[in-house]
């Protein structure tokens, strides 16, 4: 074997890499005992939605992990899956797969390199320090001879991080542009120091929306760690349902996916419940990274006016502030966040699909959205909450 040669493996369960060398390329900033930047890539996540039955058979996600080996280290892995449809992907390719079948072809399965359920940017080339520029062009060549090889229609990378879109568009992938609503922490003290930096009336609105939710009739109370039981995962997993039947139909995580956060996670997450009498009436459930809040699941009993607001998005401002973090990521979608203090902004994914006469149809495409995307975001942050001048806030 050459020095530079590289042997590259698929794993159908992360049950067959040992997690220390998983998480030395997926969160090598861990190392110093702090969070990892963001916990959706640890093994410890990914084999929670395994060991759950969220993936796996019968979810329409299939693991195909994909490591790449240097003299038997692993030196880079990515988080990839055969998929049969394309719900809980966040990025939306129906459009690219009713085409594909009209002209006769088989759009699925298809390869999604992605964090299943999971609309957060993150590192998608999980690389060892030292390997990153070796590492992420195997992973990429793997991916791609992967597709070819099983005849596949498409390989879809989504949410990558902005270096992870350069890299890949320089390896001939195809860029997407798709927008999300983020809170930048502008290094308040307070949500107070937050508010002052929105206009009169944007103040007043929020101001008065705390006001009613926190009235309810009960308490809000946020868990993490030891503070985490059973009973708490019992009261959401019931919220979890009934957001999930109305949104998706069914929902994408099972009961077990939230037993095994609860064993093996709990330092992760962020459980915000409204609480009456000692009973759950809502939550908003909340993953830690290192230096960003990412909301992810709300669901609630009982109606409950602006409480939806108070816990998904006004108590992440206020755990982030108080953690020094320095954004909160809402999830995806909900224009209704801008008024909030969320602000637009562009995520990446990246595409390859073999048939050259469909690619370049879906790069025209892409090239057009992207152009949308931008002027969208540009009209959106002009409507934002914050101030725009001395004369606005006089009138």
């Known amino acids: ?98 085409a594909y079948e009209r002209a006769g072809g088989d759009y699925y399965p298809k390869l999604q390199l992605a964090v299943p359920f999971t609309p957060a940017t993150g590192r998608r080339f999980l690389l060892r320090p030292g390997f990153e520029e070796l590492g992420a062009q195997a992973l990429v060549q793997g991916a791609v001879q992967l597709t070819e090889q099983n005849d596949l229609s498409s390989m879809h990378i989504t949410f990558c991080t902005e270096d992870e879109r350069a890299a890949g568009a320089a390896l001939g992938l195809m860029e997407r542009s798709s927008q999300q609503y983020h809170w930048f922490n502008r290094g308040y003290a307070t949500f107070h120091d937050f508010l002052g930096d929105l206009s009169s009336r944007k103040r007043k609105t929020i101001r008065k929306e705390r006001k009613i939710a926190q009235g309810f009739g009960g308490t809000i109370n946020a868990y993490s760690g030891d503070d985490l039981r059973s009973e708490h995962w019992d009261a959401f997993w019931r919220f979890y349902q009934d957001t999930g039947a109305r949104k998706w139909g069914t929902p994408y995580l099972t009961r077990g996916f939230f037993d095994q956060v609860q064993e093996t996670m709990r330092d992760d997450v962020l459980l915000v419940l409204a609480e009456r009498d000692g009973v759950p009436v809502a939550g908003a459930l909340n993953f830690i990274g290192r230096d960003v ?65 469909f690619r370049r149809a879906v790069d025209q495409f892409l090239q057009a959205e992207a152009r949308a995307v931008e002027e969208d975001i540009e009209v959106l942050t002009a409507y934002g909450p914050f101030k725009r001048s001395e004369v606005e806030e006089q009138e």
């Open 293 to 357: 809040l990412y909301g992810r699941y709300w669901g609630s009993s009982e109606h409950h006016p602006m409480l939806h607001f108070e816990l998904c998005y006004y108590q992440a401002i206020d755990h982030a502030i108080a953690r020094g973090q320095s954004r909160v990521e809402a999830g995806a979608q909900g224009d209704h966040k801008l008024a909030r203090g969320y602000l637009p902004v562009t995520c990446h994914s990246l595409h390859y699909i073999p048939n050259e006469g």
């Open 1 to 98: 074997m050459s020095e530079t040669e590289i042997e590259l493996h698929v794993l159908s369960s992360l049950l067959d890499i040992d997690a220390e060398a998983w998480d030395a390329c997926a969160c090598p900033e861990a190392s110093d005992g702090g969070p990892p930047n963001d916990p959706f890539t640890t093994h410890r996540f990914l084999l929670a939605l395994e060991r759950s039955g969220s993936v796996g058979a019968g979810s329409g996600w299939h693991p195909q992990y994909l490591t790449a080996r240097k003299n038997g280290e692993v030196i880079a892995c990515a988080p990839l899956y055969a998929k049969g449809h394309s719900q809980g992907e966040y990025i939306f390719d129906h459009n690219w797969a009713h």
